[in-house]
Nanobody, 127 residues
Framework: VQLVESGGGLVQAGGSLRLSCTAS????????IGWFRQAPGKEREGVAV????????YYAASVKGRFTISNDQAKNTVYLQMNSLRPEDTAVYYC?????????????????????WGQGTQVTVSS
């Protein structure tokens, strides 16, 4: 599957953004889609993951209650709604598809369990 992210931009602290991750090739298979982010000088970290078959989700503690991941199967698109944004949320955000790992194991949001990475979209939160 090929994934393309969009929706990044510049927003003030406390504001909101919605990121989109669209599959350009529909494989007809169910998989999990994860959102990750990487700030300058830091390792890539998991933000949230969703099962496209049944909508189960996991979130990183740092975003739980502020971010919401959702899936629109008809549009082959996974969204990340980001509210109450903070300057520390500034990063390049990526989406990726799981590599066949059981969904129950994806709660760790380990980037090594994912592949087919998109090109990323920049999110900048000003204070």
């Amino acid at each position: 599957v090929q994934l393309v992210e969009s929706g990044g931009g510049l927003v003030q602290a406390g504001g909101s953004l919605r990121l989109s991750c669209t599959a350009s090739e529909f494989t007809g298979e169910d998989y999990a889609i994860g959102w990750f982010r990487q700030a300058p000088g830091k390792e890539r970290e998991g933000v949230a993951v969703i099962s496209t078959s049944d909508g189960r989700t996991y979130y990183a503690a740092s975003v739980k209650g502020r971010f919401t991941i959702s899936n629109d199967q008809a549009k082959n698109t996974v969204y990340l709604q980001m509210n109450s944004l903070r300057p520390e949320d500034t990063a390049v955000y990526y989406c990726a598809a799981d590599l066949g790992v059981e969904f129950e194991q994806l709660w760790t949001l380990d980037p090594d369990d994912f592949g087919s990475w998109g090109q990323g979209t920049q999110v900048t939160v000003s204070s």
